[in-house]
């Protein structure tokens, strides 16, 4: 086989056709192919920060709204406790003082409920 020795290099695209000889032509065109790369990175770099910073925004917005439901939530948890201690003492006491101790506000099961 011939050995075959180039010295350039061809770039074919749909738009445009581009054909560099000599090894300073192409040396700039990788100097200016890493000058874009690092220029798209920076961009990107910034963007990426910007987008981080927004997730941290809205993750204390969300861990806010979680605790103040949370909190919520188990003062409700406190009041279902409340009322199934006084079911459970009314249930549990003869017919006939079932009625006093649901009506009275000072109630054995009243007070145990609380």
Do not use: W
Not at 45 to 74: G, P, R, Y
Request: proline fraction near 1%; glycine fraction near 6%; charge should be negative.
């Amino acid at each position: 086989m011939a050995d075959e020795h180039r010295d350039g290099v061809e770039v074919d695209t749909p738009f445009a056709k581009f054909r560099a000889r000599g090894t300073d032509t192409i040396t700039l065109l990788g100097l200016l192919g890493i000058a874009m790369m690092g220029a798209i990175l920076y961009m990107h770099m910034e963007d990426a920060k910007q987008a981080s910073a927004n997730v941290v925004i809205t993750n204390k917005e969300v861990a806010a709204a979680l605790k103040e439901a949370n909190q919520e939530f188990a003062k409700q948890l406190g009041e279902v406790v409340k009322v199934q201690r006084l079911s459970t003492c009314i249930l549990a006491t003869d017919q006939e003082k079932r009625e006093r101790e649901y009506m009275k506000a000072d109630s054995f099961c009243n007070r145990i409920s609380q």
